[in-house]
Every structure is written in structure tokens, then in C-alpha cells.
């Protein structure tokens, strides 16, 4: 008769565990599913969030640039009697905007007979902080037969070149873009094509300031509950080039890849990136014709789950653990 019960308790106790493995296993599994898809969501409310706040902060610095462009260029319209005159209005409101790599003039052919052909003042940023000046237009470095200024004479607005790479052998040697605006004279014929630099180098370390600057701001990161993900921007020009990017961070797109993200302008987009798996929150950069994108790899997100996974395992084995050591005692054992 013992030997029974004791048969029948110990199938009973195996019962109770098995029951209280599969509730535990069937509620750590929804609950894991439900807060996968709510991290998943989370994050890209969270990112999309960040990418749309780098891509405002960027495109307020650039247009600052072009506002304090648009002085110099106002004030060489108005001195334009002689090469000299145009030469201290430029360099009269550099200290407007110090984060410019340079200002210039390129002037129409024999605008200024006494100046030949060429003449286009450059005040720019050397090897030191303070702005220097040189004449840079020569049969060298024809300027008018760059793309900038031939859209410039077509055109009765101002504009963002394309990126280009500069080249003199110097410390000017390097990538820009060009924030371009036609000058007329008080006749209405083009007088010259002003212009105002910026470097790949500066756009690369202003937008890894922003970066950070998101990344520590609270109210972007409120509770920090997900400070093991991580996140690099990097901007890309219209024709889907990664022109802006940490070093070593380079974004190789396909050619239909490029082509949606230029099409659309902004959203997400899933690709590998030196073989690893990530994420492309994308958003446009107004003024100029660049978008910004956030890359964050799929890895980041993939850590948290697995940290979420381990914490259900823990709780289900506690659990297990508890509802046996609770029918041992109960049976004796």
C-alpha cells in the first residue's frame, strides 16, 4: 500500500513539475516575444528620434554658413570699383562665421583689365586660425571652366556645388563643397561668382560633435535604458556616395540601394556593412542636397535581446527550482 502512494506521488509531483515547466515555459515565451517586439519598436522610435534631431542640427550649421556667405557676398557687390576694394570686402566679414574654410571671388574674364584674365581673391584659413589671402585664379587653376561657376552663369540664385577635390599641392589640397552665388553689377551683367568653402575634414568633425552631443543630451536618451547600443552618422551626396564619414566607417551602397534612399528621402533601410548586419535611419539635410544617416548594427540589438532571453531563462529555472524543492517537502523527500 506505501509502495503505491509512493508511486502515485512521485507521479504526481512529476506532473506538477512538467505543468508548472510548460506554464513557465509558455509565459517566459509570449512575454520574450512581447518585449522583443516592444525593445524593436522602442529603438527605432529612439533612433529615428536621434537621426531626425542630427539632421536639424547639421542643416542649422549649415545654414548659419550660408547667412553669414550671403553678408560677404552682399558686401563685395557693393565695392566693386576696383580689385582692391573687393579684396577688403571680403575680408571684412570673415569673422562672421571663423568655421568657413574660405571666401572668394572668381571675376568675369578682364572684368579688371589691370588683373588679366583670372582674378579671384581667395581670404581662407591656412595652417593657423586667422584668414589669409591669395590669388588664386591663373591658366592653371581656370576657374571658369569649373562645373560650379558654368551653373553659376546659368543660373540667378545661389547653390551648393557638388563635391569636389581640390588639389595645389598645399595645405589647401583637399575635399570640399562650395556654397555658390552669382554677383551682378549695377548694369545687370555678371560681375563675378562669390563662394564660400567648407571642407570634408570640418563636416566630418562637426558631425561627430553632434553625435556625441546626442548621445549625452538626457531628454534624447531619457532613463538610458539601451546605452549598450551605439551609433555612427554619416552623410551621403545625391548620387549615393558616403562623401562624410568616421574614419574607417566608409557606407558602400548598391546602385538601387542609393537609389531609394535618394527617392525617398528619408527612412530606414536594412543592409550589410563590412559584413556586418545594420540599420540606415536616413533623413535629408535641408539647404543642401545631402542626406544624413544613422548606422547602428543589428549586433547592438541583438546583445539586448540575448540579456533579455537569460533573464526569462533565470526566472523559469528559479521557478523550477522552487516548485521542487516545494513537493519534496511535501512528499518527504
Same mark, same amino acid.
Given at each position: 500500500?506505501?509502495?503505491?502512494?509512493?508511486?502515485?506521488?512521485?507521479?504526481?509531483?512529476?506532473?506538477?513539475?512538467?505543468?508548472?515547466?510548460?506554464?513557465?515555459?509558455?509565459?517566459?515565451?509570449?512575454?520574450?516575444?512581447?518585449?522583443?517586439?516592444?525593445?524593436?519598436?522602442?529603438?527605432?522610435?529612439?533612433?529615428?528620434?536621434?537621426?531626425?534631431?542630427?539632421?536639424?542640427?547639421?542643416?542649422?550649421?549649415?545654414?548659419?554658413?550660408?547667412?553669414?556667405?550671403?553678408?560677404? &557676398?552682399?558686401?563685395?557687390?557693393? !565695392?566693386? %570699383? #576696383?580689385? $582692391?576694394?573687393?579684396?577688403?570686402?571680403?575680408? /571684412?566679414?570673415? +569673422?562672421?562665421?571663423?568655421?568657413?574654410?574660405?571666401?572668394?571671388?572668381?571675376?568675369?574674364?578682364?572684368?579688371?583689365?589691370?588683373?588679366?584674365?583670372? &582674378?579671384?581673391?581667395?581670404?581662407? !584659413?591656412? %595652417? #593657423?586660425? $586667422?584668414?589669409?589671402?591669395?590669388?588664386?585664379? /591663373?591658366?592653371? +587653376?581656370?576657374?571658369?571652366?569649373?562645373?560650379?561657376?558654368?551653373?553659376?552663369?546659368?543660373?540667378?540664385?545661389?547653390?551648393?556645388?557638388?563635391?569636389?577635390?581640390?588639389?595645389?599641392?598645399?595645405?589647401?589640397?583637399?575635399?570640399?563643397?562650395?556654397?555658390?552665388?552669382?554677383?551682378?553689377?549695377?548694369?545687370?551683367?555678371?560681375?563675378?561668382?562669390?563662394?564660400?568653402?567648407?571642407?570634408?575634414?570640418?563636416?566630418?568633425?562637426?558631425?561627430?560633435?553632434?553625435?556625441?552631443?546626442?548621445?549625452?543630451?538626457?531628454?534624447?536618451?531619457?532613463?538610458?535604458?539601451?546605452?549598450?547600443?551605439?551609433?555612427?552618422?554619416?552623410?551621403?551626396?545625391?548620387?549615393?556616395?558616403?562623401?562624410?564619414?568616421?574614419?574607417?566607417?566608409?557606407?558602400?551602397?548598391?546602385?538601387?540601394?542609393?537609389?531609394?534612399?535618394?527617392?525617398?528621402?528619408?527612412?530606414?533601410?536594412?543592409?550589410?556593412?563590412?559584413?556586418?548586419?545594420?540599420?540606415?535611419?536616413?533623413?535629408?539635410?535641408?539647404?543642401?542636397?545631402?542626406?544624413?544617416?544613422?548606422?547602428?548594427?543589428?549586433?547592438?540589438?541583438?546583445?539586448?535581446?540575448?540579456?533579455?532571453?537569460?533573464?526569462?531563462?533565470?526566472?523559469?529555472?528559479?521557478?523550477?527550482?522552487?516548485?521542487?524543492?516545494?513537493?519534496?517537502?511535501?512528499?518527504?523527500?
Amino acid at each position: 500500500m506505501k509502495q503505491t502512494f509512493k508511486v502515485f506521488v512521485d507521479k504526481q509531483t512529476r506532473n506538477i513539475l512538467f505543468t508548472v515547466l510548460a506554464v513557465l515555459f509558455i509565459f517566459a515565451f509570449v512575454s520574450f516575444m512581447i518585449c522583443r517586439h516592444t525593445l524593436t519598436a522602442e529603438a527605432q522610435i529612439r533612433y529615428i528620434g536621434l537621426k531626425n534631431v542630427i539632421s536639424e542640427k547639421f542643416s542649422k550649421t549649415i545654414g548659419a554658413m550660408e547667412m553669414s556667405a550671403e553678408n560677404v &557676398f552682399d558686401e563685395v557687390g557693393k !565695392h566693386m %570699383d #576696383s580689385p $582692391e576694394a573687393v579684396v577688403t570686402a571680403l575680408k /571684412s566679414k570673415t +569673422h562672421l562665421n571663423p568655421e568657413v574654410r574660405g571666401y572668394f571671388a572668381a571675376f568675369e574674364p578682364e572684368y579688371f583689365p589691370q588683373k588679366g584674365t583670372w &582674378f579671384e581673391p581667395y581670404i581662407h !584659413h591656412s %595652417d #593657423s586660425s $586667422e584668414f589669409d589671402y591669395s590669388q588664386v585664379g /591663373s591658366a592653371r +587653376h581656370d576657374y571658369t571652366k569649373s562645373d560650379w561657376y558654368v551653373r553659376a552663369k546659368q543660373s540667378n540664385d545661389s547653390f551648393w556645388s557638388d563635391p569636389y577635390y581640390y588639389y595645389d599641392g598645399t595645405s589647401m589640397s583637399g575635399h570640399y563643397a562650395t556654397f555658390v552665388k552669382p554677383i551682378f553689377d549695377s548694369t545687370g551683367r555678371l560681375a563675378c561668382v562669390c563662394g564660400a568653402d567648407i571642407t570634408f575634414d570640418w563636416a566630418t568633425k562637426e558631425l561627430q560633435r553632434i553625435d556625441n552631443e546626442s548621445k549625452n543630451d538626457n531628454l534624447l536618451n531619457m532613463g538610458h535604458l539601451y546605452e549598450i547600443l551605439d551609433f555612427y552618422s554619416v552623410i551621403i551626396d545625391k548620387d549615393g556616395y558616403c562623401i562624410v564619414h568616421p574614419e574607417g566607417k566608409s557606407v558602400p551602397l548598391t546602385k538601387e540601394q542609393a537609389r531609394v534612399l535618394t527617392q525617398q528621402r528619408s527612412g530606414m533601410m536594412d543592409l550589410e556593412i563590412s559584413g556586418v548586419p545594420s540599420t540606415l535611419y536616413y533623413s535629408p539635410i535641408e539647404h543642401v542636397d545631402w542626406t544624413v544617416a544613422l548606422v547602428v548594427t543589428k549586433q547592438d540589438m541583438q546583445k539586448t535581446l540575448l540579456m533579455l532571453g537569460l533573464v526569462f531563462f533565470l526566472i523559469m529555472l528559479i521557478g523550477i527550482i522552487v516548485v521542487w524543492v516545494a513537493c519534496s517537502r511535501v512528499t518527504g523527500k
